[in-house]
């Protein structure tokens, strides 16, 4: 569950981003729609308590994010969101299931392999478990991802512009994916995307409007 109401947040030297009140049921799903520039990560962050509101409250799961102090805010983050980045920051330095290991240290939990095995398992990457990221495909690394965002079993999870760079058939399967993984959690999903073919996809979705891109102040 996802509720908003009266939400603003304001960057240095720019006018004030207000946004519209929004209401998304646990296991719904809500696009923010618009096009790049135009609040919608902004808007990610500030549900997922990476930025603090100038104004208003966002309340996910119960929780208003805001009124969390800064460390219980990332505890909460790491144990009840799953976030599914544009740029998916993998660590070259770690392998495939390495990757997956660090959900756990940032959530303050012992790692749990069964959870990593059967997560990749799930998602068809267990073959590339000992692989570097940079010997993934764009596909296999977005699944990576994926599966690093549904690790603990989130009840929410967020996707910056997921298909941006995938052509037809890729966008279909990796949207497919995500729609299925959330609802086999029972997630609330929030997908931030300018991307036509996926608001074609979903026409029952919720939608957030974003319609035009901040200015700086002068």
């Known amino acids: 569950m996802i509720q908003s109401r009266g939400l603003q947040f304001a960057y240095p030297r720019a006018e004030p981003l207000?946004?519209?009140?929004?209401?998304?049921?646990?296991?719904?799903?809500?696009?923010?729609?618009?096009?790049?520039?135009?609040?919608?990560?902004?808007?990610?962050?500030?549900?997922?308590?990476?930025?603090?509101?100038?104004?208003?409250?966002?309340?996910?799961?119960?929780?208003?994010?805001?009124?969390?102090p800064a460390a219980a805010r990332d505890a909460w983050r790491a144990r009840h969101i799953g976030f599914l980045p544009q740029k998916l920051h993998l660590s070259e330095a770690l392998s495939?299931?390495?990757?997956?290991?660090?959900?756990?240290?940032?959530?303050?939990?012992p790692v749990d392999r069964v959870a990593v095995t059967q997560a990749l398992q799930t998602l068809g990457l267990e073959a590339l478990a000992a692989r570097r990221p940079s010997q993934l495909s764009?596909?296999?690394a977005q699944r990576v991802a994926l599966a690093r965002a549904l690790l603990l079993r989130p009840g929410v999870i967020l996707a910056d512009e997921p298909t941006a760079s995938l052509d037809d058939d890729a966008c279909a399967v990796s949207l497919n994916l995500l729609l299925a993984s959330a609802s086999g959690l029972n997630a609330t999903l929030v997908i931030a995307t300018h991307d036509a073919r996926v608001w074609q996809a979903l026409p029952q979705a919720s939608v957030l409007a974003f319609t035009a891109s901040f200015r700086v102040a002068a």
């Not at 495939?96 to 939990?109: I, Q, R």
């Open 18 to 68: 207000r946004f519209a009140d929004v209401s998304v049921a646990q296991g719904g799903t809500l696009l923010l729609r618009g096009p790049s520039g135009s609040g919608k990560s902004t808007w990610l962050s500030l549900a997922s308590g990476l930025l603090t509101p100038k104004a208003g409250e966002v309340v996910v799961g119960g929780q208003s994010v805001g009124a969390l």
């Open 96 to 109: 495939v299931a390495g990757n997956l290991d660090l959900v756990f240290f940032a959530a303050g939990l």
């Open 138 to 140: 764009g596909g296999q």
